[in-house]
């Protein structure tokens, strides 16, 4: 008898979360949630960055190096030099090697810079990630 009870009582506590997943899907289904939106929801906020268009800025080897920053389904889409008037030309050539990493690596963590333009490189990885700080999915 002890083995029909607890076989009863399960059966009520899969019902009743039957039940309770059936009014659940219903309330949500009235306020406009559909099984793709919840995916789309749980998708985002396992994003790491929020998709859109951010500014950043660091100091290069010539000075103030200015960037922006696209994301696009999480990650870095595109990065553009807004302004590095100061940097040396032949120093920048070189140290444009880390966009095209971050751009591989849709993230500006875990790159190097490019030696014999360590600061210039270091300057590009810093404003990309000063962008990349608002763009942080809370």
């Not at 100061?86 to 690596?105: G, I």
């Amino acid at each position: 008898e002890k083995d029909y009870r607890y076989a009863r009582t399960q059966a009520l506590i899969e019902e009743s979360k039957e039940d309770m997943q059936q009014r659940l899907d219903e309330a949500l289904k009235a306020i406009g949630y559909t099984h793709e939106s919840m995916e789309d929801i749980s998708a985002s906020a396992n994003q790491k960055y929020v998709d859109g268009i951010y500014a950043g800025e660091a100091e290069g080897y010539g000075g103030l190096v200015q960037v922006e920053v696209t994301v696009s389904g999480g990650s870095i889409s595109d990065i553009t030099i807004l302004y590095a008037g100061r940097e040396d030309a032949a120093y920048l050539d070189m140290a444009m090697k880390v966009v095209d990493d971050m751009l591989a690596a849709g993230d500006a963590d875990n790159i190097d810079t490019v030696t014999g333009a360590t600061f210039s490189s270091k300057g590009l990885i810093n404003a990309v990630k000063a962008a990349l700080e608002v763009a942080e999915n809370e």
